[in-house]
């Protein structure tokens, strides 16, 4: 009886065979490439997106601010814009925190 379980314990020390080295990197590069579709790719697209609408920014158009603040570009440096708020109000902004277009804030609200 004493051997049916020695024998068994042999049986269990068997070696799977052999894998490549380079097989156990597969899970990571395909963890790589979900991620690079998933986040990376559609944020570079944001910001070239984003990039082109500032570089696009004259006077007169309607803008927001990421704070939120409405206003109309009156003028524009290298990098800061000048927008006027309602109340004939004119601020100046950093144009890297200008968000986007408010018109299309507008447009989304109508749909």
């Known amino acids: 009886m004493l051997d ?3 024998s068994s314990a042999h049986a269990q ?24 579709f998933l986040m990376i790719r559609p944020q570079k697209k944001r910001m070239e997106e984003e990039q082109s609408f500032l570089n696009k920014l004259s006077h007169g158009d309607e803008v927001y601010t990421k704070s939120g603040i409405l206003g109309k570009v009156t003028g524009i440096a290298e990098k800061v814009v000048t927008i006027e708020l309602e109340g004939g109000t004119r601020m100046k902004v950093l144009k890297s925190h200008i968000g986007g277009s408010a018109s299309a804030i507008f447009s989304e609200a109508k749909k």
């Open 4 to 6: 049916l379980f020695i």
């Open 13 to 36: 020390t068997a070696q799977a065979p052999a894998q490549p080295a380079w097989m156990s990197f597969i899970p990571f590069v395909l963890i790589f490439v979900v991620m690079y």
